[in-house]
């Protein structure tokens, strides 16, 4: 299975117009080689840990490593991609709902605990997981883990997740970064789905380097302690690639996209009430004044009457 998921997979990245991936292993000092260093193979860790930054990041992983995942409750609802998703053993969570829960109950502060520390049941199956492939080297699938629990622009590295880290056991870290066109970039997500799919596909080429970095060997303060344990895994990764932290959540972002559609709602009504005041007759009722006004996260937009 895996290798036909490793091939079909390499044919969708072509299809895509990912015709350069670079695969490059950072030695401890910071040198790179488009070589795996010596003792490679033989490395031992409980699972991948990487940024995350377009749904393309699960097709390009499946067609080198064909890992198992940590998804949203959603895809294992998809047509194929469901039966797929569920053949690799992933594990599902239902974030926004676990979000939802804690903002009833403690506000935005508790939000961003719940994200935080990614839900305690999940935690504990990926612990579980984990402490098996390490310490037992079972024959379960790897995990690949985004401990940023959601996609970024590929320009920052978000707050880690504690669930990656909790098992105490070393993990593998790797950090993309893509290269889009002028026109479109498979690192922007504020648009639905199936239309960043469909400019996906329209770009004739993209390209993607993934860097393989030292294996990371938790101390026992970092065992003991999975949020420093995390952080100094995210730190590991701004030294080596260069890409800078930030400290916005998932409830910010979840804020963000909500600001984005209100105002993308709010400027369709002023388009057609725009549009029906043109077709008004002097003394009309001005409903189309009407429906040109709008709110949206605290700012009013109102379509000019002269």
């Not at 699938?141 to 940023?148: A, K």
């Not at 101390?219 to 100094?232: C, F, I």
């Not at 077709?279 to 109102?302: F, I, M, W, Y």
């Amino acid at each position: 299975m895996a290798f036909w998921g490793r091939f079909w997979t390499r044919m969708v990245m072509y299809a895509l117009g990912f015709w350069s991936i670079k695969w490059v292993y950072v030695s401890p000092d910071g040198s790179t080689s488009a070589k795996p260093p010596t003792g490679f193979q033989e490395r031992r860790f409980g699972g991948y840990v990487s940024n995350h930054c377009s749904w393309v990041d699960i097709v390009l992983y499946m067609s080198r490593l064909f890992p198992s995942f940590v998804a949203k409750k959603e895809v294992s609802k998809l047509p194929l991609i469901g039966a797929i998703s569920k053949a690799m053993q992933c594990l599902f969570v239902d974030r926004e709902a676990r979000l939802a829960a804690a903002t009833a109950e403690g506000g935005k502060a508790a939000a961003d605990a719940a994200a935080a520390g990614g839900g305690q049941g999940m935690a504990q199956l990926v612990k579980e997981r984990m402490e098996r492939k390490y310490s037992l080297n079972s024959a379960e699938l790897p995990m690949m883990l985004f401990p940023e629990g959601t996609t970024t622009n590929n320009k920052y590295l978000m707050p880690f997740k504690r669930g990656a880290f909790v098992a105490g056991v070393p993990v593998q870290p790797l950090v993309l970064k893509y290269r889009g066109s002028p026109r479109f970039s498979p690192t922007w997500d504020a648009m639905p789905g199936h239309l960043h799919i469909l400019l996906t596909m329209t770009e004739l080429s993209f390209g993607v380097t993934v860097h393989v970095l030292p294996l990371y060997e938790p101390s026992q303060e970092e065992r003991e302690d999975p949020a420093l344990y995390a952080e100094n895994v995210r730190q590991m990764m701004v030294k080596y690639t260069k890409i800078p932290a930030c400290e916005d959540t998932f409830a910010d972002k979840l804020e963000f996209f909500k600001y984005v559609t209100g105002r993308m709602a709010e400027e369709k009504k002023l388009k057609q009430g725009q549009g029906g005041k043109q077709g008004q007759r002097p003394g009309g009722s001005g409903k189309g004044d009407e429906a040109a006004a709008g709110r949206n996260g605290g700012v009013t937009v109102h379509a000019k009457t002269s």
